[in-house]
């Protein structure tokens, strides 16, 4: 999948399209907030599948996405712990 920025915030996260992959058209939005324990991390993603037969896919490209949305998030938990990085308000 290709990415395109659409809008970044520092230290809070970022906004994103797909550009080149299965949907017609997505925005996804990265959000990172500090906590005292750590930092939450929400991940969301807005999509409509294109091509044939899209309704039909649904199920399974959404099965998919979550899926690999965790995958991304359990290894960036374990990247991040790994370093020993925590947020702080600073």
Do not use: C
Not at 16 to 28: C, E, H, I, L, Q
Request: aromatic residues 12%; negative net charge; charged residues 30%.
């Amino acid at each position: 999948l290709v990415h395109e920025i659409l809008s970044w915030y520092t230290n809070l996260g970022y906004e994103y399209t797909v550009v080149d992959g299965p949907f017609k058209a997505s925005r996804g939005h990265l959000r990172l907030q500090p906590i005292y324990e750590g930092t939450i991390v929400q991940w969301t993603l807005e999509y409509e599948l294109g091509g044939f037969a899209a309704g039909l896919r649904e199920s399974s490209t959404r099965r998919r996405l979550e899926n690999e949305f965790e995958d991304s998030l359990k290894r960036l938990k374990r990247l991040i712990e790994a370093t020993g990085i925590r947020m702080n308000e600073d």
